[in-house]
């Protein structure tokens, strides 16, 4: 779905704003420079009433998201209007005006205010819980969930990692075996919590900020039903790497509810190393039309990680 971009989202356009009973467009442009995204070329459009729609046309085809979208809404989750869609991979939404959390970071303009209702945001998604210990995707026609013990889920990531880790850094083994003892001893704790609903692809960049530092998340493509110290550890990672440390105290507070530090740092060690060693970093490097930004992103991104990681032997210390 690559050739002719800007003509295909144009006929895209024209096509869902019809479906959706929206009155014609007045004028079209891409966001983010050429409206190239790592997953979807992105349009935004004014409409003759004044309201503008962005078009997200993925980069392969996909089904319809609109009974995904009306469960999730049902369920109390606030996410973009869904106005129209295709077979084919393309949707049409609602446009959430303002700046990107990355974005708020870079400009120093994320406030304590910024992030706790950031915090608060998330919380409203943790609030959809489902019994222990089920997990699944949230697809765009089923929700297909099956018991998945969280102690062996995290145990067999390390255990896949572990080969990464030998070849590439062996020097982060002791860590890597001091994170296993750990979630062993922790094991009752671990499964003590409840799975919920999940965003999914949770990141500075799908959440905006708005001019007023209200807290928006877009792009709910991945939305999951899993434990939500994982999606809490994969966030804080995001935070480090748009250049903080991790998520600042006051995404806490607005989250209210309590998050162990142990058990986050655990967590975080094992996506982390799961990232590291997973394909997805060949993948990228193999997309012949991955944007150039996106690929410098990315780029600076698993710099970063390993630069992370080689500092675990200190950093999990802090486990005991």
């Not at 860590?175 to 009752?188: I, K, S, T």
Request: net charge negative.
């Amino acid at each position: 779905m690559n050739d002719d971009p800007p003509r295909r989202s144009r006929e895209a356009l024209n096509r869902l704003v019809a479906a959706a009973g929206l009155p014609s467009v007045t004028s079209v442009r891409p966001i983010n420079g050429d409206g190239d995204g790592l997953d979807n070329h992105l349009v935004k459009a004014e409409l003759t009433d004044g309201r503008a729609v962005v078009l997200r046309r993925s980069r392969v085809e996909s089904a319809s998201p609109e009974s995904r979208i009306g469960f999730l809404r049902a369920n109390g989750v606030t996410t973009p209007e869904l106005y129209a869609a295709d077979g084919e991979g393309a949707s049409l939404w609602e446009f959430v005006p303002g700046r990107t959390l990355a974005e708020a970071v870079e400009t120093g303009t994320a406030t304590d205010t910024v992030w706790r209702r950031t915090g608060e945001a998330l919380a409203e998604v943790h609030g959809v819980v489902f019994p222990v210990p089920l997990q699944g995707p949230i697809d765009v026609d089923a929700l297909t969930l099956r018991p998945v013990d969280p102690v062996e889920e995290l145990h067999t990531s390390l255990h896949e990692s572990a080969v990464w880790v030998e070849r590439k850094r062996p020097h982060l083994l002791e860590a890597l075996r001091r994170v296993e003892g750990f979630v062993a001893e922790h094991a009752a704790e671990i499964r003590a919590e409840r799975p919920t609903v999940t965003h999914g692809d949770i990141n500075l960049l799908n959440i905006v900020v708005t001019d007023d530092e209200a807290v928006r998340l877009i792009d709910w493509d991945f939305p999951t039903v899993r434990y939500p110290l994982a999606e809490l550890a994969a966030f804080d990672e995001h935070a480090y790497l748009h250049g903080l440390e991790g998520l600042p105290h006051a995404f806490f507070e607005g989250y209210g509810r309590a998050v162990p530090a142990d058990l986050l740092l655990a967590y975080r060690v094992v996506g982390c190393l799961g990232w590291l060693s997973s394909d997805d970093w060949r993948e990228w490097d193999e997309t012949p039309d991955l944007p150039g930004p996106a690929r410098a992103r990315l780029r600076a991104w698993h710099e970063r990680l390993l630069a992370w990681a080689d500092r675990l032997p200190d950093l999990v210390k802090a486990l005991g």
